[in-house]
């Protein structure tokens, strides 16, 4: 089972919508704020590499 982490908190819901629900109410966001998809704890974003992007050349 996938679990949903507030990205703004620490509290997780079984699901999306009840994410987005949680945000709108608890954190005072639009619709169109948490229209994006959110990722469950399971695919969490990895930070981001600052090597992306950039072209790799042979020295």
Do not use: I, W
């Not at 908190?9 to 005072?28: N, Q, S, W, Y």
């Amino acid at each position: 089972m996938r679990v949903h982490q507030c990205p703004k908190c620490e509290l997780r819901f079984p699901d999306e919508a009840e994410v987005k629900g949680h945000l709108r109410t608890d954190h005072g966001m639009t619709g169109e704020q948490v229209a994006e998809p959110l990722h469950g704890v399971h695919s969490t974003p990895r930070p981001p590499d600052p090597t992306e992007g950039q072209s790799h050349t042979e020295p």
